[in-house]
């Protein structure tokens, strides 16, 4: 294969444009793959266990992924799933999907066979590539419309995979996309609360949610990347676009195990990783835990980070970017960057600052937080309010969903449903996840705020703070604490330490130790706690 | 003023949109200054001799601007013309002009009075903002349609510059964008032959550029940009936009002094800086040089680095980013950033690598190079093609100018004009700017070549090659060289040490010695050379 095939210019131009523009190309982040294996041809941009390969490589295995699908029957616009874990394969599903025209749909591999049936079925996806690992999970289900590809995820000629791309062109195909708009991929929700729902990409979106990553993280052409964050979850915040867009490293991992992150950050020269508070404790407080020679930049995400936590990664030498957004935002839509300013501020006051969720991403649009008639609520740091989205850094809409989609875009901006309050310098600081705020006596408990003046006690590691059942109050706040090991704290100690820190009514009246139930992605899955304590509460009051 | 009036976000949003849409904004660099504002607000943003202000000034003042011109009678498209040096007013009119509804038109402050008069006549200026030492070059001409506002550049109310934003709101002005492919501003070709034309830049290219030179350039929050780079020339490469998108800190340099680039390197803790060899040439030549502690990236563009530059960068610790683009493509729109792999090879094979143009920013289409059909040259390193560009980093066309629009677009691509060879791996190296190729004997020579081959001999500052008429072959090359400070060597020892490694006939036939022509950013002007030597050859054959 010579150059020529591999990145064709003339005649049917891979890069898309409107007819006759001059000026104009329609956003692809699959351009980002294109240009890469020009400019960085023999870079090392896969490492995936054994396997280390450049861009140039990597750009010549997605055209044949592309080219493949076009030949066995892909047609614009087709859905291809996927079930894979962060690999080779999956970060070639990125590029090579959407350069066949197809919508990717990264399902969680976490999930149960039939919500995986649920999402093959609602999506219409017409292709299928599963990791042999997990096939077990489409078994049980009845998938004759679906053309599967198997993913031994070896270099193995007798694998599926690697058979479907050896047997395809390694030509750049022909873009067939016509507007930026189209959408790119399909992210189903966790769906904590009923069906999941699809929440669709625009190509356009894709891209500048790229591009505001790489600002948000500060990655350039010699930055390393690990995948702590799985590419199923919001199509990895963009971030297999982003990485590829500024010709850094992708390392990838198929499950977070702490060791062997510690590992792969020692010798691969790791400067970049994304994960919830939780991703992050395992980390620091595995054995292997150092001091890294090298700043390396951890996004942090879900929860914002306690000072327990932000004093040690300081002291790994861990630099920390706060962010918040949902999947119908691509993942992070605020950042709440460490100022210069703070450096000099005790950590605890650091902790508070960066606790915020600061303001939105360099494509985004700044983000507002109103009341009930949309009105901007007062910037006193106290009001609460709804946090509302609009830009280029919105969903399109929930797939196949018109009713969803007009509830969520109602008023012309998107709604969280997450509650916050505005600071007077512009920034947000939220204050619940929608259906987390705790309603007492008529008042409003922030859980958010309780949980961090939990965490503030140094025997702390984590904790998740729900309303339970009172039938004077309606509601009293419980705590679920998870002490740090070796350390000890009674109930009544931290109850009093909140007590010398919040208005007394916010205080929780009970605790519970132990560990937090989570999601695959690590965030604290509150909703199993509600359920349990409500379960509970109407068993005895039965 | 409080937060809320400088950020409104509520009813008259400032951000624009079509109307209705959720999830789509009107790309437009405005934004990134309105949100560091808010992420970046306390943060020095300029620096500017004695002045030190924050981002969140540095809105106020943009907002001024942009009322206070509504005020004063601007009507959406209107040009706002600037003649001013590289200051906090220029910046602030790289953002409230755009702000306000106007198109930019940042004209060249070492031009002649005629050549001024020219632009703010064809380009039909309302506005102009000039620095009061710059108000001799339009005492002579009659402005009677054109708003004056002198700068000082001071911060005395006396200013009439400071009073006309002191006497305008500082709340974010309503955006009248409706749609990104409007044109922000329009620069004027220097014009070596014929009127200079007006290049249109679309606020989608703008922003695009700008995001694509922070990975480029490898730019991040702490980041220090010194303004070397004139913010005349193709709006500052859009760095205006750039360095505020990631929220980095601006140095103003009014001249390029190289006493003071040293000074300010120091004192400021510069991180990134642009220009042509000849800037650098004059800052690593000067007393003050030193080896820096942290590397310094350098953007070198209109001729590829000599491999005695490139070492002497390199022993100062400065760290070269290659980059080729024109007027027409706002600025810079390839890149050949220097390999991690390049590092073991000797200093002259790195220069002779990077001295290659390389391939498309993130946000460019692959450039081409094509013959006179407009099919590809063979990528053989030999075949010279002419260099075309399309996508959006390409201008929307010329400024009330059809005809030479139509011209630069024929067959849907921009013609720069520029030859070039293409590499087997799909990179591009210049072998001419147009109209600098020698045709001798009916061979082609690039006279890149030559300079390149001469730049390499150790007593070699700088040099140009052009053609001078000859009776036998047509056109013959001469060479103009500058050498180092305390060097020698003949003009015999340089045509010898050429032979040894060019073919024969690509040898001067003549050296010159003495200082270079250059225009205002540093680029040497072969045309003088020519036309000296061209008349003198009318002279002696008439």
Redesign the interface.
Same mark, same amino acid.
Request: net charge negative; hydrophobic share 30%.
């Given at each position: 294969m010579?150059? &020529?095939q591999l990145?064709a210019?003339?005649g049917a131009s891979p890069?898309n444009?409107r007819a006759?523009e001059?000026?104009?190309?329609e956003?692809n982040p699959v351009?980002?793959l294109?240009?890469a &294996?020009?400019?960085? +041809?023999?870079?090392v941009a896969v490492v995936d266990g054994e396997r280390r390969y450049s861009y140039r490589r990597l750009a010549e295995r997605s055209w044949r992924l592309a080219n493949g699908l076009r030949s066995a029957g892909l047609r614009k616009g087709d859905r291809v799933a996927t079930l894979l874990f962060n690999s080779a394969p999956m970060l070639e599903a990125h590029f090579g999907v959407p350069a066949a025209g197809g919508v990717l749909v990264a399902i969680n591999s976490r999930l149960a066979s039939p919500e995986v049936g649920y999402i093959l079925e609602h999506s219409g996806a017409r292709f299928l590539l599963v990791d042999a690992a997990l096939e077990p999970l489409i078994t049980p289900l009845a998938l004759s419309a679906v053309t599967v590809i198997r993913c031994a995820s070896t270099s193995d000629s007798e694998d599926e995979y690697e058979r479907f791309l050896t047997d395809a062109s390694s030509v750049a195909p022909a873009s067939w996309l016509e507007d930026e708009?189209e959408t790119i991929s399909i992210n189903y929700t966790s769906g904590t609360t009923g069906q999941p729902k699809g929440v669709q990409y625009?190509y356009?979106?894709a891209y500048?949610n790229a591009?505001s990553e790489?600002?948000v993280a500060?990655m +350039?052409?010699?930055s390393v990347y690990l995948w702590t964050l799985p590419m199923f979850h919001c199509n990895g915040w963009c971030f297999p676009w982003a990485v590829t &867009?500024?010709?850094a490293r992708h390392v990838a991992l198929r499950a977070v195990d702490a060791d062997l992150v510690w590992q792969v950050i020692d010798q691969e020269g790791v400067t970049h990783y994304n994960g919830a508070p939780t991703v992050q404790l395992m980390i620091i407080n595995h054995p292997k835990a150092h001091r890294l020679e090298r700043p390396v930049t951890a996004m942090v995400a879900a929860a914002p980070p306690s000072p327990t936590l932000l004093a040690r990664l300081a002291e790994l030498n861990f630099r920390i970017v706060h962010v918040y957004g949902l999947t119908e935002t691509y993942g992070p839509i605020t950042?709440c960057?460490a100022?210069?300013?703070w450096q000099r501020l005790p950590t605890g006051q650091r902790a508070k600052l960066l606790a915020r969720q600061?303001? &939105?991403y360099?494509s985004a649009?700044?983000v507002?937080v109103v009341d009930e008639d949309m009105?901007?609520i007062p910037?006193d740091a106290e009001t609460m309010g709804e946090v509302i989205m609009?830009?280029?850094n919105?969903? +399109?809409?929930y797939f196949a969903d018109e009713a969803a989609t007009a509830k969520a875009?109602r008023a012309?901006?998107?709604h969280s449903g997450d509650l916050a309050v505005w600071h007077?310098?512009?920034?947000i600081e939220l204050r619940d996840r929608g259906k987390d705020i705790i309603i007492s006596g008529g008042e409003n408990i922030s859980s958010i705020e309780v949980e961090q003046t939990i965490c503030a006690h140094p025997a702390v590691l984590e904790c998740a703070v729900i309303g339970i059942p009172h039938e004077h109050w309606g509601e009293r706040p419980k705590a679920f604490v998870t002490l740090n090991s070796g350390a000890s704290a009674s109930a009544d100690e931290i109850i009093a330490f909140c007590r010398e820190r919040l208005a007394h009514y916010k205080c929780p009246d009970a605790i519970a130790f132990g560990p937090l139930p989570k999601t695959s992605t690590g965030k604290v899955q509150k909703f199993v706690l509600r359920e349990r304590e409500w379960a509970n509460a109407r068993l005895e009051s039965a």
């Open positions: 010579t150059d &020529a990145i210019t003339e890069q444009r006759g001059v000026f104009r190309t956003l351009d980002f294109r240009r &294996a020009y400019v960085y +041809s023999e870079k708009e625009t356009r979106g500048l591009l790489v600002i500060g +350039s052409h010699d &867009a500024v010709g950042v960057p100022q210069e300013e600061g303001q &939105a360099p649009d700044l507002r009105h901007d910037q609009r830009g280029n919105v969903m +399109s809409g875009f012309g901006w998107f007077p310098d512009g920034n």
